[in-house]
């Protein structure tokens, strides 16, 4: 048969019921009599929902303009469609969703938070809702009474006296290491050290000032706190 001959009334028919089922996700039969059990997802289709639920429309409409031989423009979906719908978008490789219709045997959703997609701000959402239902939101007046309620010890006077960091390089080490042994000399690396890996080289750095005596160190209960207004 030609592309220009029109199908026979049955196969048409056949033909189209196969293709609502697959979009429905409901078993169909071939011409030829074979049954299959099939999920399938048209991907423009999908698409399409989920730029009208960016919109905040919930009727879906086909870009394409209306299908006589179809209804589904006036199909209406309710949030809990819209939600299942864009989580089940989340959950494809974004290459399967620019091929033009895609049929998936099955499709497995596992979630790291209840109602929640993979997605680091899908996820990190969940974990904030599921606390703030047990607690109450602290704003910034309530951190500033707890940190005023705190004791805090002031270091930064005991370590100007004390401590020379210049050479220390800071800002280009990635392992720093301090040994009880010898707390003065401090250990650094511009890699990542493992506790079996000899092959890396430290650099010892004197991070003590001269005439700097730790002996002369007072007791943590002997230094100033930090007052808070």
Not at 22 to 32: A, H, L
Not at 33 to 44: E, N
Not at 94 to 114: A, H, R
């Amino acid at each position: 048969m030609s592309e220009n001959q029109t199908p026979p009334p049955e196969k048409a028919h056949l033909r189209k019921e196969r293709r609502k089922a697959r979009e429905k996700g409901q078993p169909y039969t071939t011409i030829k009599g074979k049954k299959y059990q099939i999920f399938g997802v048209a991907s423009r289709k999908l698409q399409t929902i989920q730029t009208k639920k960016k919109q905040g429309c919930l009727v879906y409409k086909d870009i394409k303009g209306q299908n006589p031989h179809s209804h589904e423009h006036k199909v209406k979906f309710t949030e809990n469609d819209c939600n299942l719908v864009r989580h089940h978008i989340n959950s494809f490789p974004s290459n399967l969703l620019c091929k033009k219709k895609e049929f998936y045997c099955s499709i497995d959703l596992k979630y790291l938070v209840g109602g929640h997609s993979y997605m680091n701000c899908d996820r990190d959402l969940g974990l904030t809702e599921k606390r703030r239902k047990t607690c109450k939101a602290m704003v910034p007046k309530y951190l500033e009474h707890v940190v005023a309620t705190e004791d805090f010890t002031d270091f930064k006077e005991l370590a100007k006296k004390y401590l020379n960091t210049k050479n220390l390089g800071i800002g280009k080490i990635l392992h720093f290491r301090i040994s009880h042994k010898n707390p003065g000399i401090v250990k650094v690396a511009s890699v990542l050290v493992k506790e079996s890996d000899n092959m890396v080289t430290w650099d010892k750095v004197d991070v003590l000032k001269k005439n700097a005596n730790l002996e002369d160190l007072p007791d943590v209960d002997e230094l100033p706190k930090i007052q808070f207004k």
